[in-house]
């Protein structure tokens, strides 16, 4: 259960990136955090990219510097009102990441970061039929959020993070087996690694090529 820090987290962006900031030391600092579902892949200025849930645009930032053609979704106007005063370049649509008003095949790469664990399981269950569809054949489906550590020196600062900042669904979402649940849509899970004790995970996966 989150206490009032979640709701101010969320209403003052300072707040907000003090704390993902601090999270991120865990693994090295903010910029290897966003850089980590990208590593080993290659972008080009070509590609079509969905920073899915995009929030005030930390890493529809990042992903603008591969390629000019970014799109960043979001539900909330006014992260997505922040993310544009960041990234002005990139192309903004307010939408539920469930129900994306996108053609089939229109991505070739989707990136979602540190947003899963905010949904139920039902939900995050749409959001990667929705992913499946609207990326191309080949298109890679990159992720990081939380995993259950594997260090127990670090269960004491989830657990904390967990109720000061979180609600039941990151605990919900710990005890998922997502690479399976990202399988079972019908990707191919190409890599997965695990970070600050096990506490995060980072997960890419490709759209098999048509046959």
């Known amino acids: 259960m989150a206490t009032i820090l979640r709701n101010w987290s969320y209403r003052y962006p300072w707040l907000y990136n003090a704390i993902s900031r601090l999270a991120a030391l865990s693994v090295g600092g903010e910029a290897r955090f966003r850089q980590l579902p990208l590593q080993g892949l290659t972008i080009t200025p070509e590609m079509q990219i969905l920073d899915l849930c995009c929030g005030s645009g930390q890493t529809t930032q990042l992903l603008a510097q591969y390629s000019p053609q970014v799109t960043g979704l979001d ?16 192309t903004y649509v307010q939408a539920w990441a469930e129900s994306m008003p996108f053609p089939d095949q229109r991505f070739d790469l989707v990136h979602i970061s540190a947003a899963l664990h905010e949904m139920e399981v039902t939900q995050l269950q749409a ?51 997502l690479t399976m649940r990202i399988g079972d849509i019908g990707f191919q899970v190409q890599g997965r690694s695990l970070h600050a004790g096990g506490s995060l995970q980072v997960i890419q996966a490709q759209k098999p090529e048509r046959r």
């Open 75 to 90: 539900a909330a106007a006014v992260a997505l009102t922040r993310a544009a005063r960041r990234v002005p370049q990139a």
């Open 127 to 177: 959001i990667l039929r929705e992913v499946y569809r609207v990326l191309k054949p080949g298109g890679w489906f990159v992720l990081s959020d939380f995993h259950a550590p594997t260090n127990p020196l670090f269960w004491p600062g989830v657990a904390l993070f967990f109720w000061l900042f979180e609600t039941g669904t990151a605990w919900q979402l710990i005890q998922l087996d």
